[in-house]
């Protein structure tokens, strides 16, 4: 991990810092890789093996659970805003 300066944004959080992230789409194999994909131009060192996942009841959809290490509020929005605009993606939260 490199020393990066702690920033608070106005929304009261504190940069650098672990950012948690649960992203929901159907249970296809097109979701996961999407999601790996778009994770991967904000953060390099994804990897699906530090995803949990966990499949609805009728594992119709799947949620996937994943922390990382966030720099700023625009690398959070950017992740947030490219995934929500993916046609794989039902929920971020």
Known sequence: ??????????????????????????????????????????????????????MSRANNYCSIAYTFYAESREQVEGIYRELSLSKHVKWVL
């Open 1 to 54: 991990m490199t020393d990066h300066p702690q920033s608070e944004d106005s929304k009261g959080f504190t940069f650098p810092c672990e950012m948690p992230i649960r992203i929901i789409g159907e249970n296809t194999e097109a979701f996961e890789e999407e999601v790996i994909e778009i994770l991967s131009h904000y953060l390099p060192e994804v990897a699906p093996i530090d995803f949990r996942t966990r």
